[in-house]
């Protein structure tokens, strides 16, 4: 089994910035492709960003693109996401994904992922 737990999330002003974590542990072995899903009230889940295994490939959504960053630490076994230029539409529950796979191309689908987290909030008040 593969556990992944987030951190990190709060609240912040507009234009601030927050970087959430990522820890995985037991068959981590296992893990290869990861990404950073969110889901606001109210709205489907959405991609937000994607890292390859080892790392050398990144992929983000549309609505956070140049404003937002991941990376990996396999020795660690963490995944980061760097938040910057915060805006109230960012606000939800923030989630990790990992794959037991590595794709051909960034995955923006999470069905396609295999091990989830809990979940972290993040707040952007206006």
Do not use: H
């Given at each position: 089994?593969?556990?992944?737990?987030?951190?990190?999330?709060?609240?912040?002003?507009?234009?601030?910035?927050?970087?959430?974590?990522?820890?995985?542990?037991g068959r981590t072995f296992s893990l290869y492709d990861m990404g950073w899903f969110r889901q606001a009230p109210g709205k489907e889940r959405e991609f937000v960003a994607a890292i390859s295994w080892?790392?050398?490939?990144?992929?983000?959504?549309?609505?956070?693109?140049?404003?937002?960053?991941?990376?990996?630490?396999?020795?660690?076994?963490?995944?980061?996401?760097?938040?910057?230029?915060?805006?109230?539409?960012?606000?939800?529950?923030?989630?990790?994904?990992?794959?037991?796979?590595?794709?051909?191309?960034?995955?923006?689908?999470?069905?396609?992922?295999?091990?989830?987290?809990?979940?972290?909030?993040?707040?952007?008040?206006?």
């Amino acid at each position: 089994q593969v556990q992944l737990v987030e951190s990190g999330g709060g609240l912040v002003q507009a234009g601030g910035s927050l970087r959430l974590s990522c820890a995985a542990s037991g068959r981590t072995f296992s893990l290869y492709d990861m990404g950073w899903f969110r889901q606001a009230p109210g709205k489907e889940r959405e991609f937000v960003a994607a890292i390859s295994w080892p790392g050398g490939s990144t992929y983000f959504g549309d609505s956070v693109k140049g404003r937002f960053t991941i990376s990996r630490d396999n020795a660690k076994n963490t995944v980061s996401l760097q938040m910057d230029s915060l805006k109230p539409e960012d606000t939800a529950v923030y989630y990790c994904a990992g794959a037991a796979k590595r794709f051909t191309a960034p995955i923006r689908v999470g069905t396609m992922y295999d091990y989830w987290g809990q979940g972290t909030q993040v707040t952007v008040s206006s």
